[in-house]
């Protein structure tokens, strides 16, 4: 498993991992990880998506983080491509521990261009 987590922290910080290698290190890491996450509160730094079947769309080559505080109901997604910052604010209204299921909506998108709101 170590090599595993070597490929998706080379993926994260360098993003010069291809599609592939995430995917299958991620597989590895999820089959050897036995245990539930019993909160998912913090920052998360998003570099894959398996969200859709275009694999062109699956790998982000921008910065994205997701901030979870289950416990204050917030959720937000800040990515950030060259001079734009687009934040994207929400409602996490529950976890599931047992399935790993988040429930959330996002209600408020705004957009910064050089560090001035632009929307």
Known sequence: MSSALQVLREAATRKSV????????????ELQTKQA???????WRLVFSTSTKLRMFQYIPVTEDLRVD????????????????????GEASSFDAASGA??????EVQVFLFGNKVW
């Open 37 to 43: 996450a019993s909160s998912i509160d913090g920052k």
């Open 102 to 107: 988040l429930n959330f909506q996002f209600k």
């Open 18 to 29: 291809a599609p592939e290698e995430v995917e299958e290190a991620m597989a590895l890491v």
């Open 70 to 89: 289950v416990g204050a109901k917030t959720i937000s997604l800040e990515s950030v491509l060259g001079p734009f910052n687009f934040l994207i604010n």
